[in-house]
């Protein structure tokens, strides 16, 4: 039984920042390597950045590289998404869940409600 909860999200204007979070309870989910993933209306969900169990691996898609930075507290059980330099495409529902990028037969877990960023043009 998980349950992930992402929180932070909001209305930016382009350019602007947002920073959010996912709380995992249930479980711990230190040594599984996590994700962010987005989903813009009308479109498949994708990953945008992945961090490994021990935070020194990262992946982040061409489309948000140098703009968002993945990181993990897993003594809080907790992932962060730090998005700089918002823009309007960027606009989605953002989730959190196990990246597969590195092990694909790892665990998926039911996708929480995710946290929407909006950013206005």
């Known amino acids: 039984q998980v349950d992930l909860v992402e929180s932070g999200g909001g209305l930016v204007q382009s350019g602007g920042s947002l920073r959010l979070s996912c709380s995992a309870s249930?479980?711990?989910?230190?040594?599984?390597?996590m994700g962010w993933f987005r989903q813009a209306p009308g479109k498949d969900r994708v990953l945008v950045a992945a961090?490994?169990?021990?935070?020194?691996?990262?992946f982040y898609s061409d489309s948000v590289k140098g703009r968002f930075t993945i990181s993990r507290d897993n003594a809080k059980n907790t992932l962060y998404l730090q998005m700089n330099n918002l823009k309007f495409e960027d606009t989605a529902n953002h989730y959190c869940?196990?990246?597969?990028?590195?092990?694909?037969?790892?665990?998926?877990?039911?996708w929480g409600h995710g946290a929407p960023g909006t950013v206005s043009s």
């Open positions: 869940n196990t990246s597969l990028i590195w092990d694909k037969y790892g665990k998926v877990w039911p």
């Open positions: 249930g479980r711990a989910f230190n040594d599984d390597p």
């Open positions: 961090i490994n169990w021990s935070g020194d691996t990262t």
